[in-house]
DNA sequence: CAATTACATGAATTTTATTCATACATGCTT
DNA sequence: AAGCATGTATGAATAAAATTCATGTAATTG
């Protein structure tokens, strides 16, 4: 009576915290967990779940999140050696193309935890910025690349990564700061400071302020912490991913705000040749990828196809 | 894709070598294991069997085999602990009376095994024998009793444990070892060595010797070991359990016959209040006996409800 | 080389899981 | 306190998956 498929739930209601998020994380609905959740208990007769926000395991809900963690890492080791021995064992090589500056802040622990379980496949970042990087996949320069937008392109398959918010940065105590979010026309009056990349793929200049045909002063840098180093100063406003600026926020040396009332949101993929991204190796990068930034990105949100 | 269920298939697989002796064993058809091993295989693209007799693991079916292994005690342990979390502690108690004198072979390691997962339950043995077992669950002197044979009886639950097979005895060189089996006849002129049990207890006597109006002169001994040694010196022939003299007819010490063309099958049966029928650490006793026997007692069967 | 035994397979059936459409509960806002 | 917003529960309908039934095919044995 006791499955994987109800470990699996477990583990999404723990640590979601809700019925509702485990199910968009599991691609199931609200009313599917809620049947599982509720059968399971009926059948032991013991609650899993206190029914509180957010939801709290009981006694017996810990117990099988241990049996959860114990036992599915051991079934993934199993499949993964599976398809190894399935396929003809022709070493895999992926050569890894960023279009977005941010990205190493999680595509490095990612490349790290896939190492573990691929130790025989040959990872490489491929240097630079690139104007076409899919470009990169038809001249065998790159095997992998991750963009932020999914056209579809023959003989190239993309898949979900995951999305996530941008929010407007500004000094504390700047007078946007009033603001509940920031429109297109509050960014006109301050400097925008971002990184050195075209507009193409700077979301805000891209899809919020271009649009409008709002063209504030520039400014650049580097890296994130010089970005914000240059908010904090009063320099100028910017634009980052929510999980980028997390740690600062919390420290308080810079406010954030949503972009436009329902916020700006962006997403992220990965896009290979066809003929690579149907290999196991290749499949469990994406995965692995996936799932370590759902573990370290604070605020992100699952992706559908 | 790769499930429990999976997982307990390979494992009968292995244990028995067959499909069709996985399947009863599974309490499924021939059809469905079939069915569902083909589907794993073409999943993976990956053969976990040999199609020869007995079937033999692939390599990648040794590989599940283990995952099996490591993975399928820790879910029962992690269920029982689901049980016990759900019952109201009131700890259980079992008082075990036995009608047969062979049952002891298997009840101890049973008895052993069970101590391991319930150290709480009290266990104890009712000595001697007793002309109604099943009295002693309404007087409550026992709480569980093995039996051979299943009656409906108000208030008592039966749970099939196993069947197996009763073999004729006889010294190596008797006249009747020319014969593929042996029918009620034969035992016409040799003594017939037996324990001092009732004959109601004595399924040779009960359902091919008194059938047949055959009554041969009688003899008693104590021990299995006895009886063999008894049998072995030409002192007369014994019917004892398949299980029991299989380590005398390796070693040669004396011959063993079915008894009738198709065998004298018998059953055994667990009998308990329904009561303490239906509390998990009852079933779980019941549950590891028939492991236990399955394990270490050779050519027993399963035994339909 | 039958006869037997065991495995495979397609179609029908049964069982189980999921969704859909709501109802119900809870907390927050005005 | 009424009215939203968010989240869970539930019954009926639907979809999906597992199992059986009725065979066919292959391998094994006397």
């Known amino acids: 009576m ?11 209601l723990n640590d979601s915290g809700s019925l509702t998020r485990a199910a968009t994380r599991l691609h199931l609905t609200q009313s599917a967990l809620s049947h599982q959740l509720v059968a399971l208990e009926a059948h032991y007769g013991v609650a899993l779940f206190e029914r509180s926000r957010p939801l709290r395991a009981t006694p017996a809900g810990v117990r099988l999140l241990a049996l959860a963690q114990e036992v ?11 398809t190894r021995l399935a396929e003809d064992n022709q070493p895999g090589r992926l ?24 130790p025989e496949v040959e990872m490489d970042l491929v240097g630079g910025f690139h104007t076409d990087p899919l470009a990169l996949l038809h001249e065998d320069k790159a095997d992998l690349v991750i963009v932020s937008e999914t056209a579809r392109h023959k003989g190239v ?26 429109t297109a026309r509050d960014f006109a009056h301050d400097p925008l400071i ?16 271009k649009p409008a045909g709002v063209n504030p002063e520039r400014r650049l840098a580097e890296l994130t912490i010089a970005i914000v180093q240059l908010v904090a100063s009063r320099k100028g406003l910017a634009a980052l991913p929510a999980w980028a600026v997390q740690p600062f926020l919390e420290r308080g040396y810079v406010v954030a705000r949503p972009i436009g009332k329902n916020g700006l949101w962006s997403g992220l993929y990965t896009a290979a040749r066809d003929s690579d991204a149907s290999r ?21 949100e699952p992706l559908g196809a």
């Open 194 to 209: 971002t990184y050195p990349a075209p507009d193409r793929l700077l979301d805000v200049v891209r899809r919020v302020l």
């Open 72 to 82: 599915l890492p051991k079934m993934e080791a199993a499949t993964r050696d599976l």
């Open 2 to 12: 006791l499955t994987l498929k109800h470990l699996r739930v477990i583990e999404a």
């Open 157 to 182: 398959t993309f898949s979900p990564l995951f999305r996530y918010e941008m929010l407007a940065l500004m000094a504390t105590g700047h007078p946007l700061a009033s603001k509940a979010y920031l």
């Open 280 to 300: 196991a190796f290749h499949r469990d990068f994406v995965d692995t990828l996936r799932e370590q930034a759902f573990m370290t990105l604070p605020g992100i």
């Open 95 to 118: 050569r890894i193309a960023v279009e977005c500056h941010t990205c190493y802040d999680w595509l490095m622990p990612g490349m790290d935890a896939y190492r573990a379980h691929w």
